[in-house]
DNA sequence: CTGAAAGCGCTTACAG
DNA sequence: CTGAAAGCGCTTACAG
């Protein structure tokens, strides 16, 4: 089938492209009588113009970059249909590009970005990565730049999280409150923010709380946590501060053959649909995943339309909830 | 930042742009001299190639578009994984869409795909799609289509699913094995082919076998089984034939008082990675998403490099496989 | 081996 | 209100 471009749509109704395109457009300039006409036309023909000719000449994609950790993972998945939502309201695209954790892939991927390919990004940092050099040179180019759930340290970028401070200090004071008397924080990297964020808030409550970084895989994880655990002075409250580290620990804890919560109590920053369901069911710090998206992509449209000023402004801190459940509950 | 273009890159090479153009993609028409000063200049004034403008003038995107019913579901967020993997290695960028289970959503995104956007499409139907018109308008411009796991029934198309009918099955006996006389088997849609051939699988085993459609959240559908499991006869082992159906039954049985495995059992097609440790731990049927979605990518970009042809020869049946767990233990 | 020229399919000042 | 023309930034026959 022969693809119609906008020259032929305008050969058939004897104007010239640049008519038809102002007609398409719902230009003001063009009568409401050769309006119709050209709109019946394109319906007829079927045509559907082509995307890439437009951005060349605007200078302007219609299309967002996204750069995720992983995919896999409930909190991100579900940040991702929080975008999409926004994005598909505008009218814009959603290119969607994993990190794995490396800084290498995520600078290679930022790189890209500065081709002109999308006209914002919205990121979510690799555990690996300790400066934001990569996405400064973004900021040259004036294309815009939202930092969600993981952000930098910097203040004059846009940051939508949670308080993870405020959720660190609940979370380990909901374990002192349940009888702990040794906490240990497992971390999944040296470098995010956020995590550090966590870690302090937890010290503010339980300034003794021992800090464990557990990369790597779901099994690597496994291991490391089962030898905490497998210590004689063992921990005794557990704060995982990612949705993996809490799987781990709960695998570790059936292993080593630990009780929830009577030998250990765990609690897990998580977004898991199945928490309620889980033996014992999973105390969580539950960060509002879908808004954060929508709350992100809705900050990066008004710096793409406004031509990005003062987006710092826009940074949202979103509460978080800490659920109570099975396994931090009292002997 | 003024963004350096190859026109500019090549005055300051005192070289033509054709020259510069044929040296960066490394042809052997250009002295190995002149390659080497493009590509030097080219990392020195960091100049990163418009990819719209190649786009238009090679009439190829680079890019593929993926469409899912939904993000937030662990076989899907699983499978886009496998995806980016593969589009990943081969330069290609990913363009994500979400029906959202409309058919009408799904519709207009594929016909968006009319414009040229992308050059190749993945596809995992909605669940209200009857039909698939709208998809055979891609073929005819010669946009490969590959469909994974809500494949659709025609033949002549690639098609990147498990072997429904035999899971259905293995599903259902499993159940008459652990001593359940009474199955029904839920279902999400009407339309979608793998359920409907899931359910075939089960009559195979139990011919007597009910079903009962679900669909909207997850609060509908647990009101639903609610309901079907409050009855004075009621079914003593249920199939949930996607993932979400699976919490569904577990929160019904939960707020009827129903004991899991003792007064009903459960399997559900699901690949969430909390199963193990579900109170009790879930019977499932799992499906290789990852690898299910790197095959898919993998048949695509054969199509858009041979230029689709015979692309229904590539159509896979990848096993999946049954994981007893407490959820169907017997008495 | 290098360059001049045309053109991918749009949009947008500018003229009338 | 409509049209002619230039141009977005590349690539690729074609010439030399």
Redesign the pocket.
Known sequence: MR????????AE?????????????G?????????EKVMDMARRLD?????????????TSKTIGVVLPAMADSFFSMTIEGIEAVAGDKGYHVLIYLSHESYYKEAAIVKDFQ??RVDGVLISLSGETWNTDHLHTLTDKNIPVVYFDRVCEENDVARIATDDMEAGFAAASHLLEAGCKRLLFLSPSDNLAIIKRRLAGCRKAAPGIASLLCIGDLHQQHLRIREALAMPDRPDGIIASVESLGYATYQACTSLGLEIPSDVKVVAFSNMPTASLLHPSLTTVEQPAFEIGKTAATVLFKGIEKGYNHLSEESRMIPSVLVPRGSTAKA
Chains 1, 2 share one sequence.
């Open positions: 693809t119609i471009t906008l020259k032929m749509l305008a109704l004897r104007l010239s492209p640049g008519t038809v395109s102002k007609a398409l457009k230009s003001h300039e063009i009568s409401e009588a050769t309006r045509y559907v113009p082509n995307p890439y000719a437009s951005s060349l000449r605007r200078r081709s002109g």
